[in-house]
């Protein structure tokens, strides 16, 4: 009698996993999104031998082009994934430009201990040496891995397991790009084993505070820009944002997080209006700690969250009608 599989649900959102380009040779010139789930699922050999997959097509576009709307509906799919006993884990298939943004959207959101993985690629799936097949084989091992409880939200690429909240995209075309600067991946994936040696301390899955309750009723989440720092700014684009109807900003500063001294009244009078302003930083790693630009807590510090997740972060808290001091609280603790 031949052992039972685990069952592990397949969400197919596009990328360039799905990808296909006029040349083998060609692996920038492709569009995204060309192939569906069955043609994905059967580039993958010895993938009927992991696990039973139970795949749906969430949507089918490049990354780059994700809405509220998508990340909604894939949301409450995952969750109802999650919900069914016979489902060990759920892998959802994604473009690499937003994987990070949609992965810690979910590991806020989603209350479940078991395994989700979102996997890529970075080559199209008609090019040479295509990444993709192995990412998903790869992916779908951690997912029914009796040991990946827990971990909250994972993505999985280039033989390296990283956690949803300290992933990156660090390079604009290499299959090495993802990566969690200075805190590092929490395993890896080596000859087909899966090995984890840490876990994050950051709430997620069933330790937030946030879920799908916190966008219930929303079409999408609360209007937050995030404002890039750059030598010789001025107010204009802050000033913009506020008369636009702007619910909250993440100033991505320089270095640690610091304002150019004629962008700060600018920012100055959207605290007094209410809108919160979350400073980050544009340098790609380290920590945002407290600057003497704006005295007090007005202006609250995004930690070693990038300006892309901060954003998430503050939309979520403002669609909870959180206070300033709430989310000074939130981000400290996330």
Request: with cysteine; glycine share 10%; proline share 4%.
């Amino acid at each position: 009698m031949s052992k039972k599989l685990p069952k592990v649900a397949l969400l197919a959102t596009g990328g360039t996993i799905a990808g296909k380009s006029n040349s083998a040779q060609d692996t920038t010139d492709y569009k995204a999104g060309s192939f569906r789930l069955e043609d994905i699922l059967a580039s993958v050999p010895g993938l009927e031998q992991v696990a039973d997959i139970r795949g749906k097509q969430i949507c089918n576009i490049g990354s780059e082009d994700m809405t509220d709307d998508i990340w909604f509906t894939l949301a409450k799919e995952t969750q109802n994934q999650l919900k069914d006993p016979t489902i060990s884990g759920v892998v959802i298939t994604h473009g690499t430009d937003t994987m990070e943004e949609t992965a810690f959207f979910l590991n806020l959101v989603l209350k479940s201990n078991k395994p989700v993985v979102l996997v890529g690629a970075m080559r199209p799936a008609t090019s040479i040496s295509a990444d993709g097949p192995m990412n998903l084989l790869n992916a779908v091992k951690v997912a029914v891995d009796r040991n990946a409880k827990g971990y909250g939200v994972l993505i999985v690429m280039n033989d390296e397991i990283h956690g949803a909240r300290d992933v990156t995209k660090t390079y604009t075309t290499n299959c090495a790009t993802f990566k969690s600067p200075i805190l590092g991946a929490l395993g890896v994936v080596t000859g087909g084993q899966v090995c984890f040696f840490k876990k994050s301390v950051k709430p997620h899955t069933l330790t937030s505070e946030f879920s799908l309750d916190s966008f219930r009723g929303l079409k999408q989440l609360p209007y937050v820009e995030i404002i890039y720092a750059h030598a010789n700014q001025d107010s204009t684009l802050i000033d913009a944002s506020v008369k636009a109807g702007i619910k909250g900003i993440v100033y991505a500063g320089m270095g640690n997080g610091s304002i150019h001294k004629n962008a700060l009244p600018g920012l100055k009078k959207a605290i007094k209006k209410g809108i919160p302003i979350v400073r980050a930083s544009r340098v790609g790693s380290g920590d945002v700690y407290h600057g003497a630009e704006v005295k007090g807590s007005e202006l609250i510090n995004a930690g070693t969250l990038n300006p892309q997740k901060a954003r998430i972060l503050l939309q979520l808290s403002l669609a909870e009608n959180m206070q300033p001091h709430d989310i000074c609280r939130v981000f400290e603790k996330y």
